[in-house]
């Protein structure tokens, strides 16, 4: 993954830019490089969105997102240095001559033009269309797709075969903030650079991987949104199934962006389809229920603002899933994401399989499994717990599990990098390595389509579960057997 490109001058057009996404992480992101030194003295940033503001209004909006953002780390200086750069359009996306403020402002006096599309994707082709009708497409440009990127296979090739008419495959960089985190982007060093992980990363040595992405927060008043995509198609499609590929990917035979990519492409081509035949023993599928967090009570997903009583969205999925290949040959990977859960936590879980040949009291035979415990959040970092020896007089041999610790949030090193300052970074040097290429996502679709279609045939139930709690006990009887269980954090 390399980031040694040299940055050039560049227009970063980012449409949308009084959303959520924009406000919340992007200006925040922009804001910390513009701290840290890493945006060119040229480089502008120009804001599109149909709101009637000036640059002075947009200007304020800004500065109480990243003030907000930042907090008391926050210094005038550098919010200062990053106003200049700041302008404001008013266009309204389906309006064609609209555009043509664009091709005046930004085309005809930047280097580099990059389009950053922070909104809905079906309006992916309208942009498309319209930048093309005011000659705003030029040689070198880019543009920005956040996901997801369709709602299924079928309206992924769509917005896909639009957007390709008018940008090159090169030209087109696809989110998933997931590949910007420090620590997923400490995968490719963690077992390509250390022997001591790399030769053992195979079904020799592993008994079992597990990822979680579990969130404490429900749906946040995006009913509308949510209950058309639910967690499968919200989290799993993109977040969880990047994820699995980074872990079970070979080694890439350089660090390039199609090198890597083209790795990830074998694993998803790799895994195993879940069937009607398969998908009452492989998947389960939960909705939340009223509960509580933390002593809260939380309504469940049925009472939520703007609710339907008849909804049958999954808020909760658990997947057991086989990648057919010499590598990972009869491991089993256990991935599960839902709302509303007991804690926020973000973890990649490597099982190591225990010693054949045991000599330490049976009662302790538990505490010899090694486990490489990769935190996203919280707190990024790496663990590694290994057993060792009870430092005492009286218990001769006991056995205890410890921790070798590897914490990026705390030393010397500093903040962590939030994953879209690395995204919007590596955009604007033109390095592709952490964006995803257009045959991930259309093998990752027809993967996630071939489930979703396998639970309507088998009218596999929604199982309810608590808010607060794990999930349904069925995600337990699902990793269950041959003593595993799901991973629970012990700090």
Same mark, same amino acid.
């Given at each position: 993954?390399?980031?040694?490109?040299?940055?050039?001058?560049?227009?970063?057009?980012?449409?949308?830019?009084?959303?959520?996404?924009?406000?919340?992480?992007?200006?925040?992101?922009?804001?910390?490089?513009?701290?840290?030194?890493?945006?060119? =003295?040229?480089?502008?940033?120009? !804001?599109?969105?149909?709101?009637?503001?000036?640059? =002075?209004?947009?200007?304020?909006?800004?500065? /109480?997102?990243?003030? #907000?953002?930042? !907090? %008391?780390?926050?210094?005038?200086?550098?919010?200062?240095?990053?106003?200049?750069?700041?302008?404001?359009?008013?266009?309204?996306?389906?309006?064609?001559?609209?555009? @043509?403020?664009?091709?005046?402002?930004?085309?005809?006096?930047?280097?580099?033009?990059?389009?950053?599309?922070?909104?809905?994707?079906?309006?992916?082709?309208?942009?498309?269309?319209?930048?093309?009708?005011?000659?705003?497409?030029?040689?070198?440009?880019? &543009?920005? @797709?956040?996901?997801?990127?369709?709602?299924?296979?079928?309206?992924?090739?769509?917005?896909?075969?639009?957007? %390709?008419?008018?940008?090159?495959?090169?030209?087109?960089? #696809?989110?998933?903030?997931?590949?910007?985190? *420090?620590?997923?982007?400490?995968? &490719?060093?963690?077992?390509?650079?250390?022997?001591?992980?790399?030769?053992?990363?195979?079904?020799?040595?592993?008994?079992?991987? $597990?990822?979680?992405?579990?969130?404490?927060?429900?749906?946040?008043?995006?009913?509308?949104?949510?209950?058309?995509?639910?967690?499968?198609?919200?989290?799993?499609?993109?977040?969880?199934? $990047?994820?699995?590929?980074?872990?079970?990917m070979d080694p890439p035979t350089q660090l390039t962006a199609d090198s890597i990519r083209d790795e990830k492409l074998n694993v998803l081509r790799a895994l195993r389809p879940i069937t009607a035949k398969n998908v009452a023993r492989r998947s389960v599928r939960?909705?939340?229920?009223?509960?509580?967090?933390?002593?809260?009570?939380?309504?469940g997903y049925l009472e939520e603002q703007g609710g339907r009583s008849n909804s049958d969205t999954e808020t909760f999925v658990a997947l057991r899933v086989s990648i057919d290949n010499w590598r990972w040959s009869g491991v089993p990977f256990y991935l599960r994401?839902?709302?509303?859960? /007991?804690?926020?936590?973000? *973890? +990649?879980? &490597?099982?190591?399989?225990?010693?054949?040949?045991?000599?330490?009291?049976?009662?302790?035979?538990?505490?010899?499994?090694?486990?490489? +415990? +990769?935190?996203?959040?919280?707190?990024?970092? &790496?663990?590694? #717990?290994? /057993?060792?020896? =009870?430092?005492?007089?009286?218990?001769?041999?006991?056995?205890?599990?410890?921790?070798?610790?590897?914490?990026?949030?705390?030393?010397?090193?500093?903040?962590?990098?939030?994953?879209? *300052? #690395?995204?919007?970074?590596?955009?604007?040097? !033109?390095?592709?390595?952490?964006?995803?290429?257009?045959?991930?996502?259309?093998? %990752?679709?027809?993967?996630?389509?071939?489930?979703?279609?396998?639970?309507?045939?088998?009218?596999?139930?929604?199982?309810?579960?608590?808010?607060?709690?794990?999930?349904?006990?069925?995600?337990?009887?699902?990793? %269950? !057997?041959?003593?595993?269980?799901?991973?629970?954090?012990?700090?």
């Open positions: 993954m390399q980031t040694d490109t040299e940055l050039a001058p560049c227009d970063l057009i980012l449409f949308g830019c009084v959303g959520d996404l924009s406000l919340r992480k992007l200006f925040p992101a922009l804001y910390h490089l513009q701290a840290a030194g890493l945006l060119h =003295e040229q480089s502008r940033i120009i !804001g599109l969105a149909r709101k009637p503001l000036d640059d =002075e209004s947009f200007a304020a909006q800004v500065e /109480a997102a990243v003030r #907000r953002a930042v !907090g %008391s780390a926050f210094k005038e200086s550098h919010w200062q240095a990053l106003l200049k750069r700041i302008r404001y359009l008013r266009l309204e996306l389906s309006e064609p001559k609209d555009y @043509l403020a664009i091709k005046t402002l930004v085309v005809d006096l930047s280097p580099t033009v990059i389009y950053y599309l922070a909104t809905p994707p079906e309006l992916y082709g309208t942009v498309c269309e319209n930048l093309n009708a005011s000659d705003a497409i030029v040689p070198g440009g880019r &543009i920005a @797709l956040e996901k997801p990127v369709g709602h299924d296979l079928e309206s992924s090739r769509c917005i896909n075969d639009t957007v %390709s008419r008018y940008f090159s495959e090169s030209q087109i960089y #696809r989110i998933d903030h997931y590949l910007g985190k *420090e620590t997923v982007q400490n995968l &490719i060093a963690l077992r390509f650079a250390n022997n001591l992980f790399g030769s053992q990363w195979d079904q020799n040595h592993i008994d079992h991987v $597990q990822i979680t992405l579990a969130e404490e927060v429900g749906i946040e008043g995006r009913w509308g949104y949510y209950d058309r995509v639910g967690q499968m198609r919200d989290m799993v499609q993109n977040h969880l199934i $990047q994820l699995l590929c980074m872990v079970a939960g909705q939340y229920r009223a509960g509580q967090i933390d002593g809260v009570p939380c309504p994401t839902g709302k509303r859960l /007991a804690d926020k936590v973000s *973890e +990649i879980v &490597i099982h190591y399989k225990s010693q054949r040949h045991y000599i330490f009291d049976p009662r302790q035979r538990s505490m010899v499994q090694n486990k490489l +415990i +990769i935190r996203l959040q919280p707190d990024e970092g &790496i663990r590694l #717990r290994v /057993a060792t020896k =009870e430092q005492s007089l009286q218990q001769g041999m006991a056995l205890q599990s410890q921790a070798l610790d590897l914490d990026f949030g705390g030393g010397q090193q500093g903040r962590i990098p939030d994953a879209y *300052e #690395r995204l919007l970074l590596e955009l604007m040097r !033109g390095n592709s390595s952490l964006f995803v290429r257009r045959d991930e996502i259309e093998a %990752s679709w027809e993967w996630c389509d071939n489930l979703i279609d396998a639970w309507h045939q088998c009218q596999t139930p929604l199982e309810p579960y608590a808010a607060g709690s794990w999930g349904p006990d069925s995600a337990d009887a699902l990793i %269950s !057997g041959r003593g595993r269980a799901w991973h629970q954090r012990v700090d």
